[in-house]
């Protein structure tokens, strides 16, 4: 059973820097499209990310564009999310998932990702 764990979440000044890491066991993820989420309280999810498979490619939201980058380093089964000028509304919930086929990305939609993991929570304020 693939297992997926976010890190690195945490209170930080606006402006301030995060990164987040996901870190697969159970089976590789390695060959599959991994993408970043966010809830904040009360709004409905909201895709922020997707990398392709071999981390060569990645697309973002419109309201992270230019701030936050995707990473992954497939020997470590580990996916980073680099986030940079972070503001308050960046506040939420982040999970990562991945792909259920190893197709290209999309964060249109959650549908497309099986296995998800539990969260690590961003706050962004002063």
């Known amino acids: 059973q693939l297992q997926l764990v976010e890190s690195g979440g945490g209170l930080v000044q606006p402006g301030g820097s995060l990164r987040l890491s996901c870190a697969a066991s159970?089976?590789?993820?390695?060959?599959?499209?991994i993408a970043w989420f966010r809830q904040a309280e009360g709004k409905e999810r909201e895709g922020v990310s997707c990398i392709t498979s071999s981390g060569g490619a990645a697309i973002y939201g419109d309201s992270v564009k230019g701030r936050f980058t995707a990473s992954r380093d497939n020997a470590k089964n580990t996916v980073y999310l680099q986030m940079n000028s972070l503001k308050p509304e960046d506040t939420a919930v982040y999970y990562c998932?991945?792909?259920?086929?190893?197709?290209?990305?999309?964060?249109?939609?959650?549908?497309?990702?099986?296995?998800w993991g539990q969260g690590t929570q961003v706050t962004v304020s002063s």
């Open positions: 998932a991945r792909s259920r086929t190893r197709m290209g990305c999309a964060i249109t939609t959650d549908r497309g990702y099986d296995y």
């Open positions: 159970g089976l590789r993820f390695d060959g599959y499209p």
